[in-house]
């Protein structure tokens, strides 16, 4: 397991939630919601990365359940091509990360009406959560680098 914190990153058409690992990679915990907003969501984010002094960016991938790419896909792709030059970014599966976060918090008695912006963080956290778990018990890092292993997406 490598060692560094990581940001998480669950991309929406209005929201990103962010998420950050602790040095070993061992827990993900939620930062803080951003609006979208073109330029200051990338300098937001950027500010974060900064601040807790990441290793590397995981940025979930919306996939249908299929596995096929969607609308949702292709934004959040160029999403992630907007942070590349933060540092490396990873792109990981992130079907029903954000159902998960909303069942959740059902769960724990709020409405998802009344928590939009902690379900973004939530989704982060599972991202972020998964991509550690994977790297934990496979040795290697998770999901695909944004560039791939001969620099094309």
Do not use: N
Request: net charge neutral; proline share 5%; hydrophobic share 40%.
């Amino acid at each position: 397991m490598r060692t560094g914190r990581r940001l998480g990153v669950d991309v929406g058409r209005s929201r990103i939630g962010v998420a950050v690992s602790d040095r070993d990679g061992l827990l993900a915990t939620p930062v803080e919601t951003v609006r979208r907003q073109r330029g200051a969501d990338v300098r937001r984010i950027a500010e974060l990365a900064d601040e807790y002094d990441v290793l590397e960016i995981v940025v979930g991938l919306p996939l249908s359940l299929s596995g096929a790419e969607t609308a949702s896909t292709t934004d959040a792709r160029s999403f992630a091509a907007e942070l590349a030059h933060l540092g490396p970014i990873r792109l990981v599966d992130e079907r029903l990360s954000t159902k998960s976060a909303q069942q959740g918090l059902h769960a724990a008695g709020r409405t998802i009406k009344t928590s939009r912006a902690v379900i973004d963080q939530a989704a982060a956290v599972i991202i972020l959560q998964h991509a550690l778990d994977h790297e934990r018990a496979s040795g290697t890092p998770p999901g695909a680098s944004l560039t791939g292993p001969t620099g094309a997406p």
